[in-house]
């Protein structure tokens, strides 16, 4: 069955770190296009960062640009979201997403607050 599990998230103060890991199961990981999306308190969930197939294939959202840090690990079916500089507008759940044409497949969230 078809698992993403995220982890990492918690409280950071402003300008603090925090690394997200999302696990894969279930699915040909590598052949996947994996992303983190954010979503806050009533507003619509955004896309935060995307990496391809091969490691090198990133994208990254204006607002996290020069902060955030997606890389995968086909090896092990993990991609993980490092998150630094962090301030308040960074609060959300962040989820894990992989792609590949027709499916779709997201994990459960984890909650990130960053707040003093």
């Known amino acids: 069955q078809v698992q993403l599990v995220e982890s990492g998230g918690g409280l950071v103060q402003p300008g603090g770190s925090l690394r997200l890991s999302c696990a894969a199961s279930?699915?040909?990981?590598?052949?996947?296009?994996m992303s983190w999306y954010r979503q806050a308190p009533g507003k619509e969930r955004e896309l935060v960062a995307s990496?391809?197939?091969?490691?090198?294939?990133?994208s990254y959202a204006v607002s996290v640009k020069g902060r955030f840090t997606i890389s995968r690990d086909n090896a092990k079916s993990m991609v993980s979201l490092q998150m630094n500089n962090l301030n308040a507008e960074d609060t959300a759940v962040y989820y894990c997403?992989?792609?590949?044409?027709?499916?779709?497949?997201w994990g459960q969230g984890t909650q990130v607050t960053v707040s003093s």
């Open positions: 279930g699915f040909f990981f590598s052949s996947f296009v």
């Open positions: 990496i391809g197939r091969s490691p090198d294939s990133t």
């Open positions: 997403k992989a792609l590949r044409s027709s499916l779709v497949y």
